[in-house]
């Protein structure tokens, strides 16, 4: 055997550990408290089963009432596109939030308003696709029936929700939603086939 071939066995097996590792660590966090009744809540609401993405979704903020904010991160992330959300795009995102089952005055409604006043965190972001992936590929409460195309559909209306030119509503879209659009987009294309 090589020294690169030893190298590299060494490394796959401090992966593999590594791995092992985080999986233990991920399932104490589940086992223990709430937190294991908020995973087998969130379980059955989203369909993931995989139990690394389920801490995943807990360690992001997600909470079985919450949950149902997930498929509207990239929505979300969208309309902060240009550093903050304006009244037109906070208005599309309440009407969104109403049709996906997000009632008035509930924890995700509260957590909502809280997104739409304080950008989430950028790990939010980051680590939402692959959730959301799974969310789409599965049966799950939360998402009714949503499909990626719906998704970019969403994302679209909130990023023609405001603009114009002198007071004018053209819907003109910065450049910095479309770039962040075609990134979503082939981000959830890819991820959902």
């Known amino acids: 055997m090589s020294e690169d071939d030893a190298s590299a066995e060494r490394a796959r097996a401090l992966d593999k550990e590594y791995i092992r590792k985080k999986d233990r660590e991920l399932l104490d966090k589940i086992r223990h408290g709430s937190a294991f009744d908020q995973a087998g809540v969130a379980r059955d609401r989203t369909g993931i089963s995989d139990l690394a993405m389920l801490a995943e979704l807990l360690d992001l903020g997600f909470t079985a009432d919450t949950v149902v904010l997930l498929p509207l991160v990239p929505v979300i992330e969208l309309a902060w596109a240009e550093g903050g959300i304006t009244a037109a795009e ?37 680590k939402a696709g692959r959730l959301i992936a799974a969310l789409l590929s599965s049966e799950a409460l939360v998402t009714q029936g949503l499909t990626a195309d719906q998704l970019v559909s969403y994302c679209r209306q909130i990023a023609s929700a405001s603009g114009g030119l002198f007071g004018l509503p053209i819907r003109a879209v910065s450049l910095e939603e479309r770039e962040l659009l075609t990134r979503i987009a082939g981000d959830l294309k890819t991820r959902n086939r």
């Open 90 to 126: 906070r208005q599309r995102l309440v009407s969104l939030a109403r049709s996906r089952g997000v009632e008035e005055g509930s924890t995700a409604d509260r957590r909502l308003s809280e997104w739409m006043e304080t950008r989430p965190a950028p790990e939010v972001f980051d």
